[in-house]
């Protein structure tokens, strides 16, 4: 069983950085894609960026240019740097995994809270 634990979120004014870390226990095998989702209160998990195993990135519209994804995969860890944060970036952040190793797996993390302040 592979567990994700985020860290990093936090309360920040509008404008400001944050920088979320996801730590992933144990070696992912058949590992295909590792993410990042948020959700707001009411509104449905969306995905804010996603990297796959071969460094190819995808971020959401509303993301570009102030957000980026990295990677350590000796840690098997992934950041998210968020610059220029605004209010509607306030949401709970999650991690997630994905693969296949005989069967489908799709982990997640417990989220952690950003609130950004206007």
């Known amino acids: 069983q592979v567990q994700l634990v985020e860290s990093g979120g936090g309360l920040v004014q509008a404008g400001g950085s944050l920088r979320l870390s996801c730590a992933a226990s144990?070696?992912?095998?058949?590992?295909?894609?590792m993410g990042w989702y948020r959700q707001a209160p009411g509104k449905q998990r969306e995905l804010v960026a996603t990297?796959?195993?071969?460094?190819?990135?995808v971020y959401a519209d509303s993301v570009k240019g102030r957000f980026t994804m990295s990677r350590d995969s000796a840690k098997n860890t992934v950041y998210l740097q968020m610059n220029s944060l605004k209010p509607e970036d306030t949401a709970v952040y999650y991690c997630?995994?994905?693969?296949?190793?005989?069967?489908?797996?799709?982990?997640w993390g417990q989220g952690t809270q950003v609130t950004v302040s206007s």
């Open positions: 990297i796959t195993t071969g460094g190819s990135i």
């Open positions: 997630n995994a994905w693969g296949v190793l005989a069967v489908p797996y799709d982990y």
């Open positions: 144990g070696s992912i095998s058949g590992l295909n894609a």
